[in-house]
């Protein structure tokens, strides 16, 4: 058991804090203007009008000092929270010593591949190999090539509403207009099935008496000699589904997938680079479906305020890399090791209470959010698990129909001037996310909650 007052000393107490006069204030807005004019709007945040100057467990605050409560995690990085005084602490103890030490072993990172692979779920626990990267993009990226190489075989398969990653192959297999529309040519050979969104079921069915077709359909393409999957190597998945609009898959689903894959020898790869390293309330969120993935791509809450990101492989499948092939200069140096492991310390420790804590109060926060919605008509789904929940806004309940970009706009400055950062996502853009730093208080969280439920209706 994790205390209360343990986690309320990682945050600052008093968020949320507004001060300036508007959001954003005079400094923050100054800075807007500078980045606007100096740096790419290609990032991910684009014009989110926040600038973050300091941060503390499950709280930032902006150049004018307001405060806020974080309910983005950085996008499910912080799980651990932000400046985690063990991170700081193991970050400036490793500086002295070694910090970059290009691509070959350290002390370090030999210890961090170690650990990963005594965290990776059934199949990978102490049975595998890690590449290491900096972004999920290049775990992705990796898993392309190695795939390719393992099996032979030249086609890959991924999912309506996946999100992969934005290098050119991982993003062949990201699916969305804004990181497609006038990029490609893509890498060819990959096909895209279904995604189980029962919310939005492209078959217009019904679980559970839906039978899966959507799963059967994946068996279907790849095991008939007549859809031209001829020559999958490997089928990539989110057990959830992230930027795709924190789509759970149903019970039953992944199963049906992985047994398609062995039929057709092709590899299973589960990306949990963002519903991974405990924000599900389990280490892996394929660890809630009891499937074994031949391969993980993990990245995010692994390396929290680090870029630590990769791929892990069943050894056997490893055996088949040559040397050498996929060099990377900055990957796993070692400071971001010393920081990786003490993320995976804090998330793992004590029976990995805090990953168990992360299930139960997301738990908590779905039914607060739940009985909240009863009498919001535009709240259409909640939806997720752990603390990678989900909320789908739509124009009414009835018609489902997304609710549109102008009030999801005012939602969501709305939300930032009561002090609450909590950003959307989905194919839509009308899915809010409620993805905090695991070490969030249930105070803060009931706030936050409260003030969500709160703009959605003053809006
Ligand atoms: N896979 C998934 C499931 C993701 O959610 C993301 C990032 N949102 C990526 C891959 C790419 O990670 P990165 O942004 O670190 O390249």
Known sequence: MISEKELAELSYAEAPQMISTGVPGPKTQKYIEVSTEYESMARGGGRYPLVMAEGKGATVKDPDGNVYIDITAGVAVNAVGRCHPRVIKAMKDQMDSLMHAVDVASVRRTELAQKVSSVMPPGLRD????????SGSGAVETAVKFV????????????????????????????????????????????????????????????????????????????????????VGAVIIEAQQGEGGYVPTPPGYLAIVKKACEKHGALYISDEVQAGAGRTGKMWCIEHYGI????????????????????????DLAAKIVDGSQPNTFAANALSSVASMTNI???????????????????????????????????????????????????????????????????????????????????NGNVFRFMPPLVLTREHAAKAVDIFLETVKTV
């Open 148 to 231: 390719r190489k393992i099996t032979g075989r030249s086609q890959i398969a991924a999912f309506h509403g996946a999100y992969h990653g934005v290098f050119l192959g991982a993003n062949s297999l990201t699916t969305g207009d804004q990181y497609r529309k006038g990029y490609g040519p893509f890498i060819p050979g990959v096909i895209h099935l279904p995604y189980p969104y029962c919310y939005r079921c492209c078959f217009g069915l019904e679980y559970p008496s839906c039978n899966l077709q959507c799963a059967q359909y994946v068996d279907y393409v790849l095991n008939t000699p007549y859809t031209g999957a001829d020559d």
């Open 345 to 427: 310390d804090i998330l793992t420790e004590n029976d990995a209470a805090l990953i168990k804590r992360a299930g139960v109060l997301g738990e908590e926060v779905s039914n607060q959010l739940r009985e909240g919605a009863k009498d919001i008509e535009v709240i259409g789904d909640v939806r997720g698990k752990g603390l990678m929940i989900g909320i789908e806004m739509v124009e009414d309940k009835e018609s489902r129909k997304p609710l549109n970009g102008d009030a999801l706009g005012k939602i969501v400055m709305g939300l930032l001037q009561r002090g609450i950062v909590m950003v959307p996502c989905g194919r």
């Open 292 to 315: 074994e993935p031949d391969m993980v791509t993990w990245g995010k809450g692994m390396g929290g305020d680090v870029a630590m990101a990769g791929l892990s492989l069943r050894k």
């Open 127 to 134: 049975n595998c190999i890690t590449y290491f990267a900096q």
